[in-house]
């Protein structure tokens, strides 16, 4: 069965330092791959997608992701962080169920906070 | 502006009642989905519909209903049967051409209680 691990539940990093965000995830076939961030009481926003080619994808907000088939992992990056990049971060992989990625399989979310 | 807004943003259910959380999307997108959220616990699937008048349950739709009676609009409906439903409820959207790199958009969400 499919699944997503994300190993760090909370992580706290100091403004302006790099950040990585593990995700493993276990799937039979070429996955697709999410990362979306999550403010307090909102909802889900799309950080980064992969689906195939090159391994290093870029999102939104200067994130980056890279795509590890040999390691089955699909970690999140940001050479420097800002104060609002502060939330809860979810790796997310594709059931694709009649094409549609909406059912996707979450792993349960790691929370970033941001020391001056 | 195109989304999708849930309301209530909360909600308070009494012990033996049903409560309705309400999605609606001017995003013109066939497919929408309940989320069901706890902390710690990432985002479960409650039901999901790719077309009007039909839907399908997800991971954990016993004690939830839902309608697609409309395109835009796809409620939820919390039962009496669901003996846990302090939750964060979190609607979403998205096209679906099939190629499984569709987009998903998410409401801002409902916290539901218990009275």
């Known amino acids: 069965a499919q699944s997503v691990t994300q190993p760090d539940i909370h992580i706290t990093v100091s403004e302006g330092a790099s950040l990585e965000l593990r995700c493993n995830y276990s799937?039979?076939?070429?996955?697709?791959l999410f990362w979306y961030v999550q403010s307090p009481g909102q909802g889900l926003q799309l950080l980064l997608k992969?689906?195939?080619?090159?391994?290093l994808v870029q999102g939104i907000k200067g994130f980056e992701a890279e795509f590890k088939r040999s390691q089955s992992s699909f970690n999140l990056r940001k050479p420097s962080v800002h104060w609002s990049d502060a939330a809860e971060y979810f790796c997310?992989?594709?059931?694709?169920?009649?094409?549609?990625?909406?059912?996707?399989?979450f792993g349960k979310g790691t929370k970033l906070s941001v020391k001056p | 502006d195109g989304g999708i807004t849930q309301s209530p943003k909360y909600l308070f259910r009494k012990e033996g009642q049903n409560v309705t959380l309400s999605c609606e999307q001017n995003?013109?997108?066939?497919?929408m989905y309940w989320y069901r959220q706890d902390p710690g616990q990432g985002l479960r699937l409650i039901y999901y519909?790719?077309?009007?008048?039909?839907?399908q349950k997800g991971d954990i739709a016993e004690g939830y209903s839902v309608s697609r009676e409309k395109k835009e609009s796809f409620p939820l409906t919390v039962t009496s049967a669901q003996k846990n439903p302090t939750a964060f409820y979190l609607c979403?959207?998205?096209?679906?051409?099939?190629?499984?790199?569709?987009?998903?958009?998410f409401g801002s969400g409902t916290q539901l209680s218990v009275l």
């Open positions: 979403a959207s998205s096209t679906t051409r099939g190629t499984g790199d569709e987009k998903l958009f």
């Open positions: 799937y039979g076939a070429t996955p697709y």
């Open positions: 992969y689906f195939s080619g090159d391994t």
């Open positions: 997310a992989v594709g059931a694709g169920y009649g094409g549609s990625q909406g059912n996707l399989i």
């Open positions: 995003l013109n997108h066939d497919a």
């Open positions: 519909s790719q077309i009007v008048n039909d839907f």
